[in-house]
């Protein structure tokens, strides 16, 4: 007799808490939908991986030391808190680009990870237990609510509105947090999906809030983006704010600091990640990360390792091999070309997005919108859905209808997306 399929049941419950959620219920169009966008007719504007090379010494380095006899240690094992010169590199970036950083000690305030999605895994097994609350803020990256459930957290959503331009509210803020409970709140500047650069405003409250925490709850600060924002005065890590604030209210407000190469080098594909904060949290992170990678590939650390090393100064044009110039250019075409078209779009300051409602031209979900793109125009974009912690019949008709465009991409293809756009019949 054949043994009975217990489907779900065989996985864990851990497992069975994560697996085929997401994408606001549409997991199966969604995938559909991302399928067929890599067909070559269609000009791919879903995910967030740059069509232009990464750095190039980046990528040089890390071919070198693959091939070369003398550094052939490079293809084994590193340490598993990261390869020194990548720790070493990191804290130097970090204190020469934004000195208010104050003095970072690589081997006590440094942890490599296997990518930005390994950090933010590793943070949320290191600071949240069973029963603990953490706040989002929604939209959010996707990858928020399965660690904090994965943790054994609870997640408490704290909706953005497009009408105030993604701001953070107070009041929702408060609603949210609970001084027994919240033990994170994270935040993510420049934002994906919306491109919003947070204002010290916006993280004095956060601070406000999180300094009347009863179990020290900790500001986890995803700067994927660091590299890529535009807004006046250009990109200011959280932490500082933070420390700032703290001297200020006389508090002991713990921050984590998320950063990446994916996007700091252009190299999704790299997988070399990193957690950056004080020294008790980062020796936890270590171990949580040690037990789950162990440690990020040997040769990328290198190669990422020798290109942090070459970026000088915050000039967008060249610092980062000028990726922040060229995403802004592309996003103001692009938020032009659109609010032309009748979309509302909200104008961002950083990242590697645009988000746009198509509820002006007649549509009624974002789904319609991005299969009515695809089948007319050969542009894929992608729903937000997936970006929010509830399902579309809870959102407002207009957030059903937000779409985030991916424009990390070189101007011909952002100039042939925009062209065919303009072909789009409105729906009505
Ligand atoms: C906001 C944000 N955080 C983290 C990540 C993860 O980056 P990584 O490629 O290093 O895993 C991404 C990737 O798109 C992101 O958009």
């Known amino acids: 007799m054949a043994a009975p399929d217990c489907g779900d049941a065989v996985l864990s419950k851990r497992a069975q808490l994560v697996a085929g959620k997401g994408a ?23 995910q967030g991986f740059p069509d232009f090379e990464g750095s190039r010494t980046a990528r040089f380095e890390a071919a070198e030391a693959i091939m070369r006899l003398e550094s052939q240690r490079l293809n084994q094992y590193s340490p598993l808190v ?14 020469r680009l934004w000195p208010k950083i104050g003095e970072m000690d690589a081997a006590k305030n440094v942890v490599v990870t296997t990518s930005g999605t390994e950090a933010i895994s590793v943070a949320m097994q290191t600071l949240v237990s069973p029963g603990d609350e ?8 996707p990858w928020y609510a399965p660690g904090v459930r994965l943790a054994g957290g609870e997640v408490k959503l704290v909706r953005l509105d497009m009408e105030d331009g993604f701001a953070i509210d107070r009041t929702r803020l408060l609603e949210a947090f609970d001084p027994k409970r919240t033990k994170m709140i994270v935040l993510n500047t420049p934002h994906n999906p919306t491109g919003r650069v947070l204002t010290r405003e916006e993280v004095r409250s956060v601070h406000e809030v999180a300094s009347t925490s009863e179990i020290g709850c900790v500001v986890f600060s995803d700067e994927a983006y660091e590299g890529q924002c535009w807004a006046p005065g250009g990109h200011e890590k959280v932490q500082t704010m933070v420390e700032d604030l703290n001297a200020e209210a006389c508090a002991r407000v713990k921050c984590l600091t998320m950063g990446t190469a994916s996007k700091l080098c252009s190299l999704t594909g790299w997988r070399v990640g990193w957690l950056t904060g004080p020294k008790e949290i980062i020796k936890g992170a270590k171990a949580m990360h040690g037990y789950s990678t162990y440690c990020a590939p040997s040769p990328f650390q290198h190669g990422i390792a020798k290109a942090l090393d070459g970026f000088e100064d915050l000039d967008p044009d060249t610092c980062f091999d000028g990726t922040g110039a060229l995403m802004r250019a592309n996003a103001e075409k692009v938020t032009s070309a659109m609010r032309a078209m009748g979309f509302k779009v909200y104008k961002p ?12 031209l007649g549509f009624e979900t974002n789904m319609e919108f991005c299969r009515t793109l695809l089948d007319e125009c050969q542009v894929a974009v992608a729903p937000m859905n997936m970006f929010y912690g509830r399902p579309p019949e809870e959102l407002s008709p207009s957030e059903r209808c937000l779409v985030r465009l991916a424009i ?9 997306a925009i062209a065919r756009m303009k072909k789009l019949k409105a729906a009505n």
């Open 24 to 46: 606001g219920g549409h997991v199966a169009e969604w995938k559909a939908l991302l399928e067929e966008a890599e067909r070559p007719v269609n000009v791919n504007l879903t």
């Open 82 to 95: 990261g390869l020194s010169s990548l720790m070493d590199s990191i804290a130097n970036l970090y204190t």
């Open 349 to 360: 300051e950083g990242g590697y997005f645009v988000v746009a409602d198509c509820s002006p």
């Open 134 to 141: 953490v706040i989002l803020f929604e939209p959010f990256f």
């Open 408 to 416: 990390c991409k070189t101007e011909p293809v952002i100039d042939e």
